[in-house]
């Protein structure tokens, strides 16, 4: 009765959830109702696919199609709207909701020409020559690893013949939990693995835990700490505040490889509202998780939210960006997510893009 009564709680939150983002759909194409000071252009995605002309910059009318998923750690491009730095910018904008897992595909498509998304997540695409280049790291944070109170799951080598759920084999919570037993000497090959990676859904995450159909799960903020406080789960490893990885940078922004090389200035223009926009929510938590719960950008409890927003590090910075994928890269290589063959310096320097008129790191 008591996992019936907690998986029922978890699907009421991740129904909340599920609603929002429906309501949010309904408008892809626009900023929320609420947020008339973005600029956004209110075309429909289909209708915008084909890139701005020259004729369109010079005239202003210039319209730079964002894609974003609706997660707490979009802070940045949520206050980048309500909080006016994209006008502030003179950019005029057109938010794109996506569904989970397809803003790789969004871009592929030409359907977006702008993002928000994990640093480490964007490497192996990268490599297979997907048309971006970064242009800032936004923050640090956003994935978990969860156990059982009473797992005996104490260090990394506990996890030697064990199970982990996690969303997906490509996502960032799995490839936090490989770095972290990799570099603790457990052998997370994909030829050789001392550890178990099964694919589970976010929803079923946490009952597949409870249950003991893994030992441990792997997952992104809000959801696991949602999951931790309904289930009364240890969280074991938290790379917003566990060393080094608490100093690494998680999130990032980019652009489509045809905008930082034909419309430098409109990359740089997105890039400096969302810098300043994240270093706005370093200083404000309380305030940004009010309004993002208000405006329906994300579900779940504002105070909550904010206690999760507080451990990340929301310090803007082009160069900290470039590092991290340096130490990160070598790592996915050595645990079999990237290819061997892959020159990670060639990558790195190719995956980025220092534009003219921008701090180094933004306060």
């Known amino acids: 009765m008591l996992n019936v009564k907690k998986k029922g709680r978890f699907l009421a939150l991740l129904l909340i959830f599920t609603l929002a983002v429906a309501l ?14 973005s600029g956004a252009d209110t075309t429909t995605p289909s209708s915008s696919n084909a890139t701005p002309s020259s004729s369109d910059k010079a005239n202003g009318d210039f319209v730079l199609r964002i894609g974003y998923g609706g ?16 006008e502030e910018e003179g950019l005029k904008v057109e938010l794109i909701k996506l569904a989970p897992g397809t803003i790789f595909d969004s871009i592929t498509a030409n359907q977006i020409d702008a993002g928000f998304s994990l640093l480490a997540s964007m ?4 490599s297979n020559g997907l048309p971006i280049k970064i242009t800032t790291g936004l923050h640090t944070g956003c994935d978990k690893v969860l156990v059982k109170s009473d797992s005996g799951i104490k260090e990394p080598k506990d996890f030697i013949g064990k199970k982990v759920g996690v969303p997906s084999f490509t996502s960032s919570p799995i490839i936090y939990a490989k770095r972290v037993l990799a570099d603790n000497g457990v052998n997370v090959t994909v030829q ?21 159909a893994v030992d441990a799960i792997a997952m992104n903020d809000p959801t696991a700490t949602i999951a931790a406080n309904e289930y009364g789960f240890t969280i ?12 690494q940078y998680c999130c990032s922004a980019f652009v489509r490889e045809n905008i930082a090389e034909d419309y430098p200035e409109i990359a740089a223009k997105y890039t400096r509202a969302m810098q300043k926009a994240s270093a706005y929510v370093a200083k404000n938590q309380d305030e940004v998780t009010r309004i993002q719960v208000e405006k329906k950008w994300v579900a779940g409890d504002a105070e909550t939210n904010a206690r999760v927003l507080k451990t990340f590090n929301y310090i803007p910075s082009v160069q900290g960006a470039y590092d991290i994928f340096g130490i990160v890269a070598p790592q996915l290589q050595a645990v079999g997510m990237l290819d061997a063959d892959v020159d990670v310096e060639a990558l790195r320097k ?4 220092f534009l003219e008129g921008l701090p180094e790191e933004f306060k």
């Open 236 to 247: 074991l490893y938290d790379s917003a505040i566990d060393e080094p990885y608490n100093e």
């Open 71 to 86: 997660s707490l750690c979009e802070a940045p491009l949520h206050m980048a709207v309500e909080k006016g730095f994209f």
């Open 123 to 126: 490497i192996q695409p990268l």
């Open 24 to 37: 949010l759909s309904a408008c892809s194409s626009s900023t929320p109702a609420s947020t008339p000071s």
């Open 350 to 353: 190719n995956s980025f893009v």
């Open 192 to 212: 050789n693995p001392q550890v178990e990676f099964i694919v589970y859904s976010t929803t079923d995450l946490p009952l597949a835990l409870e249950k003991g």
